[in-house]
T-cell receptor, first 110, second 118 residues
Framework: EDQVTQSPEALRLQEGESSSLNCSYTVSGLRGLFWYRQDPGKGPEFLFTLYSAGEEKEKERLKATLTKKESFLHITAPKPEDSATYLCAVQARGTDKLIFGTGTRLQVFP | SAVISQKPSRDICQRGTSLTIQCQVDSQVTMMFWYRQQPGQSLTLIATANQGSEATYESGFVIDKFPISRPNLTFSTLTVSNMSPEDSSIYLC???????????????FGPGTRLTVL
């Protein structure tokens, strides 16, 4: 069964303190792995799509990496505005369905 | 990317009634999806709606409870029928489109409809 597990569930960082969020997955042939950011009361905001092991993508303070079993979202020198829930999802080959993890709730305090 | 709007943004409904949620996209898309996000949980796909064909429902979701319309390439509706408090959730529509030249790329989400059933 296709499955996504995210850790930690919650993370508190001081402003400027870099860290990483983990997304472990099992899928019957990976079509894509997705990272989203979700603010309270809003829909998920697309961040990255990764397609194959070894791929990396960056956007501002965020960098996503992918291996055959997991993905990491690295946050460098975070700011309070980076506080949000970060969701990871996988899409298996032959399907359009996204399977989501339960997310990591990130708080960055000054 | 795609700009997606949903109506209503939130509603409070009585048990046994029905609510229709609208989803409008600013460009023509083939694939539209409806997800549910229950309190404190992640997103679960309800169904996939392609224009010109019947919606495809995931296990645990049925057409009588969640009828979907897809009259054109920019619009879809989801109805939550005969509601109970267990239907209290955020309902989100999404579309699959390309931003990198691939035939497909990712799914973009609307802002969601927050439904509370009393």
């Amino acid at each position: 069964e296709d499955q996504v597990t995210q850790s930690p569930e919650a993370l508190r960082l001081q402003e400027g303190e870099s860290s990483s969020l983990n997304c472990s997955y099992t899928v019957s042939g990976l079509r894509g792995l997705f990272w989203y950011r979700q603010d309270p009361g809003k829909g998920p905001e697309f961040l990255f799509t990764l397609y194959s092991a070894g791929e990396e993508k960056e956007k501002e303070r965020l960098k996503a990496t992918l291996t055959k079993k997991e993905s990491f979202l690295h946050i460098t020198a975070p700011k309070p505005e980076d506080s949000a829930t970060y969701l990871c999802a996988v899409q298996a080959r032959g399907t359009d369905k996204l399977i989501f993890g339960t997310g990591t709730r990130l708080q960055v305090f000054p | 990317s795609a700009v997606i709007s949903q109506k209503p943004s939130r509603d409070i409904c009585q048990r046994g009634t029905s609510l229709t949620i609208q989803c409008q996209v600013d460009s023509q898309v083939t694939m539209m999806f409806w997800y549910r996000q229950q309190p404190g949980q992640s997103l679960t796909l309800i169904a996939t709606a392609n224009q010109g064909s019947e919606a495809t429902y995931e296990s645990g979701f049925v057409i009588d409870k969640f009828p979907i319309s897809r009259p054109n390439l920019t619009f879809s509706t989801l109805t939550v029928s005969n509601m109970s408090p267990e239907d209290s959730s955020i309902y989100l529509c999404s579309v699959e489109t390309s931003s990198s030249g691939r035939a497909w790329d990712t799914q973009y989400f609307g802002p969601g409809t927050r439904l509370t059933v009393l």
